[in-house]
């Protein structure tokens, strides 16, 4: 099927509307926003829980992916893991689950994810995927614990060249449990955009999988996303099928995992505060999962690289602020 034939928006009404639908059961809470758009809270007031996490990750993913939450014993103390799939990474990964749009105004902060991002296309990157969508809705997944103001609701509304109902921010806040699953269930992205940083042709990726363990709910934003984030460094496996060289993707499958980077080795919520917070000051190569395969579809050689790291997966989810 021809990218152009797949519409992100179209695929995730269908989850937008079991989440609608299915507000009671899924501990979701459906109101009107600023200027009449929708707001489905995931983890402010409402409580929100695991399907509705797993949900809303596919959502991000423009349903075109998969998301399984299931039981393992690659961690002993941790028994749960999303397992993330799609057949269409580029446009599923890239286009659509990317949290790249940046959608800020005074003390509100957020980087959108989701179907929406294609359709305003306020990124460079779309211009690199030649990916375009279109639709009746603006669907848009926000890691926040406030409600957008009307500033936002403004600048979505004319990016995206439509009227303000026919908005829906989804919002998951990180220290929520529909938060926490749909982070650690962008492991797969997360690899596809350590891909695009080596500069590797997007076109040669043909699918993608991944998994992380879930980690346990954090009470304050610090310590969730460094658990969030180490889920993937430490604990997340990443088994790429793609077009190219061996000794391309021999060189690439040692540049992938984040143990590739000079900031490897410390749970993300220290490594963070070294910083002082200024998380573009990060080794950007960090930002990866802990272990990659790369498999070559030419000639079905396999590379694998780098490693779980069941220590400080340890250290970081029995993490707690004093």
Known sequence: MNKSDL????????????????????????????????????????KGGKEAGKL?????????????????????NW??????????????????????WNLSYKNFYALASGPGRAIARREELFK??????????????????????EEIVKKVSNDCNTL???????????????????????????GLHKL?????????????????????????FITAMGRTNDAILYGGEVHLNVKGKDDELENLAKNLPSSSSKDYGKPFA??????KGDFYSIDPNLFSPGKVTVRSIDTGKIFEEGKINSDLINRSFRYEKN
């Open 128 to 149: 690199e995927i030649k990916y375009k969508d279109k639709g009746e809705k603006i669907y848009l997944v926000l890691e926040v614990d406030k409600i957008p103001p």
């Open 7 to 46: 519409s992100v928006t179209n695929l995730a009404k269908k989850i937008v509307d079991n989440l609608i639908n299915n507000a009671k059961e899924l501990n979701l809470i459906i109101k009107k926003g600023p200027l009449n758009c929708t707001i489905i809270d995931a983890g402010i007031e409402a």
């Open 79 to 100: 028994p749960l893991e999303t397992k993330v799939s799609t057949k269409h990474p580029v446009i599923s990964c890239l286009g659509s689950q990317y949290a790249g």
């Open 56 to 76: 809303i990750a596919e959502i991000c993913m423009g349903g075109l992916g998969n998301v399984i939450l299931e039981k393992t014993s690659k961690f002993s």
């Open 270 to 275: 220290d490594i963070f505060n070294d910083y």
């Open 196 to 220: 695009h940083t080596l500069k590797f042709p997007l076109e040669n990726i043909i699918d993608v999988k991944g998994s992380a363990p879930i980690p346990p709910i954090a009470t304050d």
């Open 164 to 190: 303000t109902n026919s908005l829906v921010f989804i919002l998951t806040p990180t220290q929520s449990i529909a938060g926490t699953i749909q982070v650690v269930s962008r492991v797969s992205e997360v």
